[in-house]
């Protein structure tokens, strides 16, 4: 699976952006994927993000993050957005999208997703 992520920039805190990661050369239909965004900031390690489940779509949040940014995917574009509100300077990463056949319980370890998108860069700053 290729995937092709898209959307990051400079964004002023309290603003908003939306991600999006579009995916090709999958050998099994889109939806029984599952999709999931992480992010690595300057020094730091790559950490969860957001999930999206196959089959039902269930999400799932970092706490960071829960209530601020949405998760969604369109499986018949075959593509995964991070919708991303109230940023705030704390956000700032390069944001990577992942993707999976199937699901794991260990969704929030980026040694469960197999399949990773180059990177947007992310920035939140006045």
């Known amino acids: 699976v290729q995937l092709q992520a898209s959307g990051g920039g400079l964004v002023q805190p309290g603003g908003s952006l939306r991600l999006a990661c579009a995916a090709s050369?999958?050998?099994?239909?889109?939806?029984?994927?599952?999709l999931a965004w992480f992010r690595q900031a300057p020094g730091k390690e790559r950490e969860f993000v957001a999930a999206?489940?196959?089959?039902?779509?269930?999400?799932y949040y970092a706490d960071s993050v829960k209530g601020r940014f949405t998760i969604s995917r369109n499986n018949a574009k075959n593509t995964v957005y991070l919708q991303m509100n109230s940023l705030k300077p704390e956000d700032t990463a390069v944001y990577y999208c992942?993707?999976?056949?199937?699901?794991?319980?260990?969704?929030?370890?980026?040694?469960?997703?197999?399949?990773w998108g180059q990177g947007t860069l992310v920035t939140v700053s006045s």
């Open positions: 999206s489940r196959e089959t039902n779509s269930a999400t």
């Open positions: 992942a993707a999976r056949l199937y699901w794991s319980v260990a969704y929030a370890s980026a040694r469960a997703f197999g399949n």
């Open positions: 050369g999958y050998t099994a239909t889109f939806s029984v994927y599952s």
